[in-house]
């Protein structure tokens, strides 16, 4: 852990509570460095607790008990100041601005293992770790649809749908009542507000990138798979409460 760079951008957490989430972001910038310069620029008035190089590399900016400055306006399961609920992770990529690429496989290890430590050590649900996109539907769109979110799931950091025969079965139900489908959305944690087929973009980008993928370019809309895998989650994270 590499502590030469530190950020002055931070504040108290509310209420001084503990973390109790994980928000996953990609920098978007041209080098790692220029991002840990900006993280650490008093001007930007930005800031993430860690970030981690390709190579692995991670460096610790923010004390985890300190409040950073990396989501902005958000709302994950009823909470709209994400800054203190979460620890923020930034993971060194150009991002769609200047090129995006594939995670190196040194990169994803590092970030697993921070994530793994900090679940641990904060007793953070893996269905409370999870991407600025999914707390930003509107805003953001990191870390994007090549973020490896399967194989952290793999290792118990977020969660990945399962769905089974009686998933597809009431997600056929399910499509045909929007209304309802929103409300199943809302209670993962998306923002009710969000328009839903915004929502299910957001969804798919996470949790279904093959479907993101061949969307691209067109709204997304409500399909069975997309349903049943949103069923298979809302089970999943209530096994684990
Ligand atoms: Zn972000």
Redesign the pocket.
């Known amino acids: 852990m590499f502590k030469k760079y530190k950020s002055p951008n931070f504040n108290a957490r509310d209420g001084g509570n503990a973390p109790n989430m994980l928000l996953l972001?990609?920098t978007?910038m041209q080098s790692a460095k220029a991002a840990l310069e900006r993280l650490c620029d008093p001007k930007s008035e930005l800031s993430a607790h860690y970030v981690i190089e390709k190579s692995g590399k991670t460096h610790h900016l923010v004390p985890d008990d300190k409040r950073a400055w990396?989501a902005g306006k958000s709302y994950w399961s009823g909470e709209i100041d994400i800054n203190s609920a979460s620890i923020g992770i930034?993971i060194v990529n150009p991002g769609h601005e200047f090129g995006y690429q594939e995670f190196p496989d040194k990169q994803i290890n590092a970030t697993i293992a921070l994530c793994q430590k900090l679940m641990e050590h904060y007793s953070i649900s893996p269905a409370r770790v999870v991407g600025?996109s999914d707390v930003a539907i509107t805003r953001?769109i990191?870390p994007g649809h090549l973020f490896p979110w399967e194989r952290l799931a793999r290792d118990g950091v977020g969660l990945w749908p399962s769905p089974v025969e009686m998933d597809y079965q009431a997600a056929e139900d399910l499509i045909l009542n929007t209304d309802a489908l929103h409300e199943l959305f809302a209670g993962f944690g998306y923002d009710p507000s969000a328009d839903l087929n915004e929502t299910i973009q957001a969804f798919h980008r996470h949790y279904a990138p093959e479907n993101f993928q061949s969307h691209e370019g067109t709204p997304d809309q409500p399909d069975i798979a997309t349903a049943a895998k949103l069923l298979s989650l809302i089970r999943q994270s209530h096994e684990i409460e």
Do not use: L, P
Request: charged share 40%; hydrophobic share 0%.
């Open positions: 972001h990609y978007g990396h930034e600025h953001k990191d």
